[in-house]
């Protein structure tokens, strides 16, 4: 295999975010002797869509974001997104329980953290929806521990602050999976980067930005990098190029050229957060509750009280509070999405528009809110709140996919999702949620796309099955497979609920 200094590395990166530190370790994992390099406009890893401040850290699993469990017209509930995140995060417990196991993390306590997972809801409307959802979820052994009570007094030892001062004429419930999980993405970045640094076969280029993707006649990339700082350029070859550039996915996906990226647009949305750091608030509060988003409003704007444990401090967080930004990326150019409209995805973007004037209007009204008006919205999970306790921190952004479907008419997506070249010798990952969280799940299915040829008893199905000790299950379906996973996976990682 060439080496990482002979400029012809195996796989190219661009994106120094929890994504391509992922798949880069998991790579590693299955061949050593792969060479690989990773370009990064920043000069440090995980600084824009994973740090830690930038998104909302939960450890998505399906467990209680109730825009996860649609209900349908005849009033039941379809389960089947929460159950596909909720094993796709069971992926990225082995993974990481693989690492710790191997010494590659130290501590896994330096990223995540054992956090209650609780829905909670208020009316009687909202209370039938929770009781239908809790009777779908808990009769699945992927949800069986799942808890659900309408008794005040019992929320109240789940969420003390939910229950304080609230109005006792008002009828709640809540549901409670206590083995969540809260993770610090950025924090993770920061401890696969570093395991990184040591192997010879990969290098990490900082501050530099990825100007030039083009296709050679024998089928390969050509990569083409600039120091920000200095103005040299890194020109490279490689067979595989992965872009987990997070909003800048898209720029960088047209600017390839491939034909299946053509219609895509990006819709781009940036938020807001109401932060606590006083101990005495964030010591009586230690879940991650989730509320319902109110009629009309899109399922980014799913409201919660959030615990999060970040550089070894606990603190709240409440939000999101949705806005507009032309930018793709936190640091970005407030050009970047008039520059991402071409010829080709024009008309996806503007019947995306048409289809979602709702949205619009919601964004518009979340950025013409008062700070008294966003923090009435606080107060409907924490009564007792008080400003004074309350700083406002700009979250990520985020870039909503616009996707081309029946002909030129654009679909807006929320979710995850990878666009590939026809050769899998490219390939993208956009969208926002349930993103960090099913990073080993985006690896894994890179590895499947892009290497079937190795995925064999004598190359990497071994290997496989020891970083995936439930490779080729199904946990969806196999209950026996999925307890003892979970079991495992919680000793080693140190995320079982405290009694």
Known sequence: MPSVSSLCPDVVLI???????????????????????MFETLPDCGQESSYAWNNAGTGHAGNCELNYTPQRADGSIDISKALAINTEFDLSRQLWAHWVREGRIADPASFVQPCPHISLVWGAENLAFLKARYEAMVAHHCFADMEYTSDPAVIAQWAPLAMAGRDTSQPVAATRIQEGTDVNFGALTHALTASLKSDRNIATHYNHRVTGLTRTTDGRWRVTATDTESGHTITVLTR?????????ALPLLQASGIPEAAHYAGFPVSGLWLRCMGPAITGQHHAKVY?????????????????????????????????FSTKFLKSGSWTDYFRSLTPQNIIPALTAGKDNLGLLDYLVRQVLQTNEGRFKALQD???????????????????QIIRPDKGLHGTLRFGTELVKSADRSLIAILGASPGASVAASVALQVVQQVFPERLTEADWLPRLRQVFPAYGIDLIKDAQACATLREETARVLKITAKA
């Not at 509320?291 to 970040?310: E, F, N, Q, W, Y």
């Open 240 to 248: 595989f190029v992965f872009v987990g550039a997070g909003g800048n």
């Open 15 to 37: 994106g120094a975010g929890i994504m391509s530190s992922t798949l880069a370790a998991l790579l590693r994992e299955l061949d050593p002797s792969l060479s690989m390099m």
């Open 381 to 399: 999970f924490y009564p007792t709140a008080r400003p004074e306790d309350w700083t406002k921190v700009v979250a990520g952004q985020r870039v």
């Open 291 to 323: 509320g319902k988003a109110l009629v009309g409003s899109p399922p980014m704007s799913v409201p919660h009280l959030d615990t999060r444990v970040i550089d070894g401090k606990s603190c709240l967080l409440f939000g999101p509070y949705a806005g």
